[in-house]
């Protein structure tokens, strides 16, 4: 049977949150639009990314606050371990509710959506290989490549398939006792973190002697004291040379540390090394389109591949910020800009606010200190720092206290903020007002002048001395 053939005015490829919603825009523009997508609707952050990941963050954060709660004269027993497998089954639940939402806003918004997996034939032509072995060939005016990107595991270490990656951790059905993980990302470090606060002996390997090395340095020294004090298990200047099934469930991990060479015998070995481009299928080689050296698609500041109508945003792209908000926003720029007439229209990389879900949480935007004195000169940056207890920890014993790190970064007489950086309890929700005021280009004297709310963590940021 010959390949059905369509046509349309513009092919999303990747139906994760920054393809859909540029599909959503473009045809809410008029645009005859559709989207292919050949896992789960949603993407990365739906299904195996930012919302499991923030339901199970909250599930540890529960495991210490009860444990805080003991200090604040609360007495309660409990009468079983955290029931991991009734935990996995609802918030598998509610990550497919979203998929049935993300179908749904398709059909409203007449985006045809396709399950599938697409390769180019040309810069206009793509052939989509469906579910039950059948091929629709399209023609499109206008391609997006919004794929995303896959964890990796490393292919130089015997024995590396016997562990799983971030996508495997929200495949677990039943909680390890004991964890390994291996990296030095946030990924790493919020996954280290859940495990440690859910009851897993944790055991997080790094190749340096610190971790979150693309943040502030009052960021990788902060959370790096909190973990070990809170007794996770930190394996710095590591390598791994070789991985041994010793019984079908447990895995022997071969490595070596500051400390020497030594074994450990896990029953979860976590990779969190990083994230690949998901291009392997696309036959983006017909096409001769750009990619770095890392493998993600070369664009412009306007989602622009080097071949004509053809459009990279997401995890795919090298714009570096893997991060939901920031693909939704540029998918609808694009839209706005190639279908709604909004010339001009497109995302501006700089000064995005980012969250990590450790324990305690971490927000940053804008420059680190030491990016802001190579980029400015160090007699142009001023820092402003405070280290506190928030007053939520204050009727714990003082060695069981979380701490709380301000950072504000400013340049130049006016005394510009360009970085911030705060770590402590609520700083997730506390970044996102404060990430409006530095892309507003908001100075030292404006926090100033901003009247503090009392009693509050917030407040340090507006009274900095």
Not at 76 to 86: I, N, Q, V, Y
Not at 268 to 289: D, M, N, S, T, Y
Not at 356 to 368: N, Y
């Amino acid at each position: 049977m010959a390949p059905i053939q369509k046509e349309c005015d513009y092919l999303v490829i990747g139906g994760g949150s920054g393809g859909l919603a540029s599909a959503r825009r473009a045809s809410q523009y008029g645009a005859k639009a559709i989207a292919i997508e050949s896992n789960r609707l949603g993407g990365t952050c739906v299904n195996v990314g930012c919302v499991p990941k923030k339901i199970t963050w909250n599930a540890a954060s529960l495991a210490e606050t009860l444990h805080i709660a003991r200090a604040y004269g609360f007495s309660f027993k409990e009468t079983a371990p955290f029931d991991w497998a009734t935990f996995v089954q609802k918030r598998d639940a509610h990550v497919r509710r979203l998929n049935g939402i993300y179908e749904k806003n398709l059909e409203k918004d007449k985006v045809e959506y396709i399950h599938g997996r697409a390769t180019f034939l040309d810069k206009e032509t793509v052939k989509v290989r469906l579910d039950d072995g059948t091929e629709q060939v399209i023609k499109a005016k206008k391609v997006l490549i919004a794929v995303g990107g896959h964890p990796t595991i490393p292919q130089n270490i015997q024995g590396s398939e016997l562990g799983i990656t971030s996508d495997g951790f929200f495949e677990l059905k039943k909680q390890p006792k004991k964890a390994a993980l291996v990296g030095a990302g946030y990924i790493a470090v919020e996954m280290a973190g859940m495990f440690h606060h859910l009851g897993t002996e944790t055991h997080l390997f790094i190749r340096h002697d610190k971790f979150l090395r693309t943040f502030d340095p009052m960021v990788q020294d902060s959370v790096m004291k909190e973990y070990e004090r809170q007794g996770m298990h930190i394996h710095k200047m590591s390598s791994q040379t070789k991985v041994d099934d010793i019984d079908g469930t447990m895995k022997r991990l071969h490595f070596e540390d500051q400390n020497g060479v030594g074994t450990l015998d896990v029953d979860c070995l976590l990779w969190a090394i990083g994230r690949a481009p998901e291009i392997e299928e696309l036959g983006l080689q017909k096409l001769g389109v750009k990619l770095n050296e890392k493998g993600h698609i070369v664009v412009d500041d306007y989602q622009e591949t080097n071949v004509e109508n053809v459009y990279a945003l997401g995890d795919v792209c090298d714009k570096g910020f893997e991060l939901t908000p920031v693909a939704i926003a540029a998918g609808r720029k694009l839209s706005d800009r190639i279908f709604g007439g909004k010339n001009g229209a497109h995302v501006k990389y700089e000064n995005i606010p980012s969250v990590v879900f450790a324990h305690p949480e971490v927000g940053s935007v804008g420059m680190s200190e030491p990016e802001a004195r190579r980029h400015y000169g160090d007699d142009k940056v001023k820092v402003y720092k405070t280290d506190f207890t928030d007053m939520f920890y204050t009727m714990m014993d003082p060695d069981e206290r979380s701490p709380t790190s301000f950072k504000v970064v400013c340049v130049g007489s006016e005394e510009k903020v360009v970085g911030l950086h705060i770590m402590g309890i609520g700083c997730s929700e506390m970044l996102q007002g404060f990430g409006v005021a530095v892309k507003m280009g908001a100075t030292k004297q404006d926090l100033d002048n901003c009247v503090a709310i009392h009693p509050t963590s917030a407040e340090e940021l507006v009274t900095l001395k």
